[in-house]
T-cell receptor, first 115, second 116 residues
């Protein structure tokens, strides 16, 4: 158990809908990262938050948004869902977000299926 | 340009044998970190081992060791005395630099199957 929690574990929804994925980082970690794992794109970085502030953006679609709250939990919002958004969405956390050697610990993931 | 290359889509190994999973990387940043993660069929990503670009020694964690060859830009994972529970996808990942985005860039993964 990495200490990172994600809810829900599974989500099935229809095209055009909006969903919210939730992540709680490990105790004491200030940085939260979101990744998408799909069959065709592999594991891709979406966005990073550090202590409530957006720090970096990756290949995140405009239909997707995220935030990190004062209690450090984070939410990833996916809207106008398309079939291609079906994927495993991971949240990861690390202590301070500094340093190339800082390990990111991953949550169990949310498996999203868009029908 | 592919930053992390894992050339072995699948590997089959007999239980108790050692196995080496290949990973090459590409970066011009002198400061970087290399990570290996394991993803069992249940889907979670489990951190295994880390190697820093300035580390003089190869990293080891129990049965896992990292064969770090900086000049060749390779960071191969060695699993000694493989077990059935080692069957999983293995991902090599890199993070560049000390400042700015600390995103991990992943390779495509290697599916390891341990045969009894």
């Amino acid at each position: 158990d990495s200490g990172v929690t994600q809810t829900p574990k599974h989500l099935i929804t229809a095209t055009g809908q909006r969903v919210t994925l939730r992540c709680s980082p490990r105790s004491g970690d200030l940085s939260v990262y979101w990744y998408q794992q799909s069959l065709d794109q592999g594991l891709q970085f979406l966005i990073q938050y550090y202590n409530g502030e957006e720090r970096a953006k990756g290949n995140i679609l405009e239909r997707f948004s995220a935030q990190q709250f004062p209690d450090l939990h984070s939410e990833l919002n996916l809207s106008s869902l398309e079939l291609g958004d079906s994927a495993l969405y991971f949240c990861a956390s690390s202590a301070g977000g500094q340093g190339a050697g800082e390990t990111q610990y991953f949550g169990p993931g949310t498996r999203l299926l868009v029908l | 340009a592919q930053k992390i290359t894992q050339t072995q889509p699948g590997m089959f190994v007999q239980e108790k044998e050692a196995v080496t999973l290949d990973c090459t990387y590409d970066t011009s940043d002198p400061s970087y970190g290399l990570f290996w993660y394991k993803q069992p069929s249940s889907g979670e990503m489990i951190f295994l081992i880390y190697q820093g670009s300035y580390d003089q020694q190869n990293a080891t964690e129990g049965r896992y060791s990292l064969n770090f060859q900086k000049a060749r830009k390779s960071a191969n994972l060695v699993i000694s005395a493989s077990q059935l529970g080692d069957s999983a996808m293995y991902f090599c990942a890199m993070r560049e630099g000390f400042q700015g985005a600390q995103k991990l860039v992943f390779g495509q993964g290697t599916r390891l199957t341990i045969n009894p």
